[in-house]
């Protein structure tokens, strides 16, 4: 099992202007954490920051020990997958393909398939349930459907890390139920899954952990019920809400007040 481990990070697209600062979380094996936060908290930033596509500006984040931006790109392709917000494709490739992609870490560019890669192609389409949309362009799909064939491709390159920008914006709420499950049980396999969820609901469902992120700090962190409390999302959204129990699982819902 693989271990992100971010050390008082802080970063700046033009300093000194900070969009991060002081963010220390360890991200381990068999644990599915989810992030939230107001819009521009700095969510899509700090995930950037942990998949290496930035490096940070002050701290560290490291992967199984060393900083994640100096691994080479192929083998931290091997340990570490992330599905962004929104991702273009230029070229009409079908589902299949863009699966595919996810076993160039292991195979190369020009090697031809093996039987273990088309095994691992299948098994990640059937668990993003796009098997059935396999030979029909991205193009084509709608914006749930082209989220599950991303997370399909990530999960073809079998990470033991997995990063996810806000995957949920796009499914219906069937698919939304479906995605989070899947990372569930990709977790329960052992994968260290880390997901910014824009809904409350949705977020005190079911991460074991959760982490509140806040005018580029982390503010609080441990349980949804920990967390998710009135105080701390009043502080954190500027709104006013209520707490109260999910009748089923007694998980805190998050409710907002909308009137004067």
Known sequence: MSELLGRGIAFAYAPPDTVLSGISLRLQGGELSALIGPNGSGKSTLLRVLSGLYPPTCGEALLDGRPVHRWPRRERARRLAMVEQQRAVGFDFTVREIVAMGRTAHRGRVARESSIDRAAIERAMQHAA?????????HALSGGERQRAFLAAALAQQP??????????????????????ILRDRSAAGTAVFVAVHDLIL??????????????????????????????????????????????????????????
Do not use: C, N
């Open 160 to 181: 033991s890390v997995l990063l996810l920008d806000e995957p949920l914006t796009h499914l219906d709420i069937r698919h939304q139920r479906q995605f989070m499950h």
């Open 130 to 138: 796009v098997d059935a949309l396999m030979d029909r362009s991205i």
């Open 203 to 260: 977020a005190s469902q079911l991460p074991d952990r959760l982490l509140l992120l806040s005018g580029g700090r982390l503010v609080a962190a441990g349980s949804p019920a920990e967390v998710l409390t009135a105080e701390s999302v009043r502080s954190a959204f500027a709104a006013e809400v209520d707490i109260v129990s999910h009748p089923r699982s007694g998980a805190p819902v998050v409710l907002p007040w909308l009137g004067d």
